[in-house]
């Protein structure tokens, strides 16, 4: 059984959702404002939480930044009625895994909440993948470079997992946002650029001068590859 949180203010959705993720197996705490969820974030051992970023007490985006300093492991799902690729960015880079535009399609939820759940590094194995002075080992799901760990999120670990898998082959958008959110993904792949902007960041911050680490190539129009040293 999944433990998951749900910060909603609307009443009708918030009572909708936690019945039917409660029906799926889930249990379920919720949560109307963004103070006492990020309080409640601070004891609980969550796997994934439903976060809504129009609250009445506080931004949605700071109850992000704030539940993921606590929740390093989780997943966060952004339920946003902001359209703006701007805000959805923020978002993602305050945390976010994912995210949802309401008005929300509730099969498009739950499927996107059980495709999370599973974690299923795409590589599928629990080998460890030594490329240059990087290494991924899928089964500590632990990177480090220079033998030096680099605190990484769930999806931007499963995403390098899935890249340093085939180094050197490239791999289209479609393919990784198959592999590594949901084999019948639908809707915008912003979320793989943002996450793949975060792992640039963190792997060239974590490189020592002398450190061999290869670069994540963007493929114009088609994808993604991880550059063989």
């Given at each position: 059984m999944a433990?998951?949180?749900?910060?909603?203010?609307?009443?009708?959705?918030?009572?909708?959702?936690?019945?039917s993720l409660a029906?799926?197996?889930?249990?379920?705490?919720?949560?109307?404002?963004?103070?006492?969820?990020?309080?409640?974030?601070?004891?609980?051992?969550l796997?994934?939480?439903?976060?809504?970023?129009?609250?009445?007490?506080?931004?949605?985006?700071?109850?992000?930044?704030?539940?993921?300093?606590?929740q390093p492991g989780?997943?966060?799902?952004?339920?946003?009625?902001r359209h703006e690729e701007m805000d959805v960015v923020v978002g993602l880079e305050a945390g976010a895994d994912d995210y949802l535009i309401k008005p929300i399609r509730l099969g498009e939820l739950l499927a996107r909440v059980r495709a999370h759940l599973r974690r299923v590094v795409a590589a599928g194995s629990d080998e460890t993948q030594v490329i240059g002075d990087l290494v991924v080992d899928a089964g500590r799901r632990r990177v480090t470079v220079g033998g030096e760990e680099v605190v990484?999120?769930?999806?931007?670990?499963?995403?390098?997992?899935?890249?340093?898998?085939?180094?050197?082959?490239?791999?289209?958008?479609?393919?990784?946002m198959a592999d590594v959110w949901d084999t019948n993904w639908f809707g915008s792949t912003k979320t793989l650029d943002v996450h793949v902007?975060?792992?640039?960041?963190?792997?060239?911050?974590a490189t020592a001068p002398e450190a061999t680490v290869p670069q994540i190539a963007t493929l114009r129009g088609f994808g993604y590859r991880l550059e063989e040293t």
């Open positions: 433990q998951l949180l749900l910060v909603e203010d609307d009443a009708t959705i918030g009572n909708v959702l936690r019945a029906s799926s197996g889930h249990e379920v705490t919720w949560h109307s404002e963004g103070r006492p969820a990020i309080e409640f974030a601070t004891t609980a051992q796997d994934l939480v439903l976060l809504d970023l129009g609250l009445p007490d506080i931004d949605g985006i700071d109850v992000c930044r704030r539940v993921r300093a606590v989780c997943v966060i799902v952004m339920l946003t009625a990484l999120r769930t999806k931007e670990f499963d995403l390098l997992a899935r890249l340093a898998a085939e180094p050197g082959v490239a791999l289209s958008r479609n393919q990784l902007a975060a792992l640039r960041r963190k792997l060239e911050s």
